[in-house]
């Protein structure tokens, strides 16, 4: 590859936006009309987890449509696997593909790990600190975010208020420094971002489809599975959204009558945090629909360059 920085892909947006189709398209496009091969290397915070697949939506092995995948099922749910460790081993992923004359396709909707692969951030290099976590843990986010926004009022603006472990992790850094510092981009790659915009209407109906879709295929029983394999209560709802809402309804504390219109409106207002963080990139070039058409040409003319 002949430019000074290697080519990497992203495809982001929200959830239920259809990233993973897309990226496949992409890669079967790459591998068929150019002269390198391509693969998908995830950027999800949960579909890491060995075990959460019809919960995080997580891609099967006939949707890959024999299209390499990384960076799904490298952890133990039972342990928190940071952004740090992450993007450490995703960064191997991409150099080994590199040297293979591979194209990497960065493929997902968690914002700080699409960010922390793609821009190379460095991360502070302050160990957890045990007795706190302990304490902090036993609080609320909300309390978290109050305490945050005390201390460190810019840090707050830019954390998920309800992402109990950055709230953690910041209020961890805080512990030992007057204030969290700015990630530094080391800028490792010469990018090219696609973001997914669907309509507000198209994207709920994608929504309320797919998770009545997930309750068939078995969600509920994969949370019970998860619990019985050693995953407390408390892990499976510190990981969001399905995870958290089965986990109430197999405790009895809802109903699954109850907990569908709920998630809904959660994973909404989880929508609604993912396009605050994208929108803030202008590196991202915007598409109306995970349609190749939108974006062939102008990954072809960028590949033409490597």
């Given at each position: ?6 080519p ?33 290397v ?25 299209i ?23 960064s ?92 530094q ?10 973001g ?90 915007w ?16 590949l033409?360059?490597?």
């Amino acid at each position: 590859m002949s430019n000074t920085k290697p080519p990497v892909i992203g495809i982001v947006g929200p959830t239920s936006s259809g990233k993973s189709d897309l990226a496949v398209d992409l890669a079967l496009l790459i591998t068929t009309h150019t002269d390198y091969s391509s693969a998908v290397v995830s950027a999800d915070s949960r579909q890491v987890y060995k075990g959460l697949d019809i919960g995080s939506g997580k891609i099967t092995d006939k949707e890959m449509r024999g299209i390499p995948h990384y960076m799904l099922d490298v952890a133990s749910p039972k342990k928190t696997y940071s952004v740090s460790q992450f993007q450490k081993k995703a960064s191997s992923v991409i150099t080994r593909l590199h040297a293979s004359s591979t194209i990497p396709i960065v493929c997902g909707g968690s914002g700080l790990y699409v960010d922390a692969l793609l821009y190379g951030y460095q991360f502070p290099a302050i160990p957890p600190k045990t007795q706190l976590r302990k304490v902090l843990s036993s609080k609320t986010s909300e309390e978290l975010f109050i305490l945050l926004k005390d201390k460190d009022p810019q840090r707050a603006k830019t954390v998920d208020p309800q992402n109990k472990r950055r709230l953690i992790r910041s209020l961890e850094i805080l512990d030992e420094k007057e204030s969290v510092p700015s990630l530094q981009k080391t800028l490792p790659y010469s990018l090219r971002i696609y973001g997914i915009d669907l309509p507000q209407n198209i994207l709920y109906e994608r929504i309320h489809t797919r998770l009545l879709r997930r309750i068939h295929e078995g969600m509920l029983e994969e949370v019970s599975f998860l619990h019985t394999e050693g995953v407390s209560w408390k892990r499976l709802e510190s990981l969001g959204l399905e995870y958290t809402y089965c986990s109430y309804v197999l405790q009895g504390k809802m109903t699954l009558e109850e907990m569908i219109p709920l998630l809904e409106t959660k994973t909404r207002q989880f929508v609604k945090r993912q396009m605050t963080w994208f929108k803030r990139n202008t590196d991202i070039e915007w598409i109306s629909s995970p349609s190749l058409s939108q974006i062939e040409k102008d990954v072809l003319h960028f590949l033409k360059k490597v």
